[in-house]
């Protein structure tokens, strides 16, 4: 029997995770709270692989059997064969430790529990369970199918052998893995995080536009996205709890979230997602 590859969570990330899981060769279970967002999930999933069909990078065959790997489930006890479970919910430490709780009590002794947190502490997640030791951080980036990196993050309690079977598994899934200890934003969000911010400063004190900001670190810097862009793709509540873990968890005032990054957030504004952030976009049907 194939082993089964276990994602909970069929958002963005997590659906991007099974994706890439499923053209590995495995076996996957995404699991969220309803079929309308597990439906939503398979859409993202099927849109992503024709592209590569049409594009000629993959046979309709071969997207057929990828999707065919994928089963989806509203039911938390369907994951309880799987070897390794893919935590990829939203970016809550409540919410996480949640579902940390409930998958040590479904899964078998032997699984590993990951999380795809951008942020939360790995170490927080593994004391909620009975095996801290088999609690890693895989932080994939957005999108999963693309972007190569995964991000791995050891836990206070994260043994060798479970880092040495991400590791493992992070090449298999086609990525690189990258290691790095339990701190606040970990490398990529202590880093890119407090870039965006400091760009949003800039808007709000009206340094330069939108458009000017954008452009200077697209063109001076080489960056593919400007860092507003990249915050509404990203979407902005999570940079906004990416930005108070950062604050909390070091308590340093250089990490405080943007006024305007809040009053977005408040607004509703939350970028692509939702049709408009720094940005306008056209809405999701």
């Known amino acids: 029997m194939a082993e089964i590859f276990g994602v909970v969570g069929a958002g963005t990330m997590g659906n991007g995770i099974a994706q890439v899981a499923a053209r590995a060769g495995f076996q996957v279970v995404m699991r969220d709270v309803g079929e309308e967002f597990l439906a939503r999930g398979m859409k993202a999933i099927d849109k992503s692989l024709q592209r590569d069909v049409d594009k000629e990078r993959l046979s309709a065959g071969e997207k057929q059997a990828i999707v065919e790997r994928i089963r989806t489930t509203a039911d938390l006890r369907e994951l309880r064969d799987a070897f390794l479970i893919v935590e990829a919910v939203t970016e809550n430490l409540?919410?996480?430790?949640?579902?940390?709780?409930?998958?040590?009590?479904?899964?078998?002794?032997?699984?590993?529990?990951?999380?795809?947190?951008?942020?939360?502490?790995?170490?927080?997640?593994?004391?909620?369970?009975?095996?801290?030791?088999?609690?890693i951080g895989m932080h994939f980036m957005n999108p999963v199918p693309v972007m190569k990196l995964v991000e791995i993050i050891r836990g206070a309690a994260t043994s060798d052998q479970t880092y040495r079977q991400i590791h493992e598994l992070t090449e298999k899934l086609g990525k690189v893995p990258l290691e790095?200890?339990?701190?606040?934003?970990?490398?990529?969000?202590?880093?890119?995080?407090?870039?965006?911010?400091?760009?949003?400063?800039?808007?709000?004190?009206?340094?330069?536009?939108?458009?000017?900001?954008?452009?200077?670190?697209?063109?001076?810097?080489?960056?593919?996205?400007?860092?507003?862009?990249?915050?509404?793709?990203?979407?902005?509540?999570?940079?906004?709890?990416?930005?108070?873990?950062?604050?909390?968890?070091?308590?340093?005032?250089?990490?405080?979230?943007?006024?305007?990054?809040?009053?977005?957030?408040?607004?509703?504004?939350?970028?692509?997602?939702?049709?408009?952030?720094?940005?306008?976009?056209?809405?999701?049907?």
């Open 180 to 285: 790095c200890n339990d701190s606040p934003g970990f490398i990529s969000n202590r880093v890119l995080m407090p870039m965006i911010n400091e760009a949003i400063f800039a808007l709000y004190e009206g340094v330069a536009s939108r458009e000017s900001i954008d452009g200077i670190m697209k063109l001076g810097m080489n960056h593919p996205m400007g860092p507003l862009t990249l915050a509404d793709f990203i979407g902005l509540d999570v940079c906004l709890a990416i930005m108070n873990v950062l604050h909390d968890g070091f308590g340093d005032s250089k990490y405080r979230p943007c006024p305007l990054l809040k009053r977005y957030v408040d607004a509703g504004w939350l970028g692509k997602k939702s049709g408009r952030g720094f940005y306008e976009y056209e809405k999701r049907s």
């Open 94 to 135: 409540q919410v996480k430790t949640d579902v940390f709780k409930a998958l040590d009590q479904i899964a078998g002794a032997e699984a590993i529990l990951a999380s795809n947190t951008s942020s939360i502490s790995i170490t927080q997640l593994g004391a909620v369970t009975r095996r801290p030791d088999k609690v």
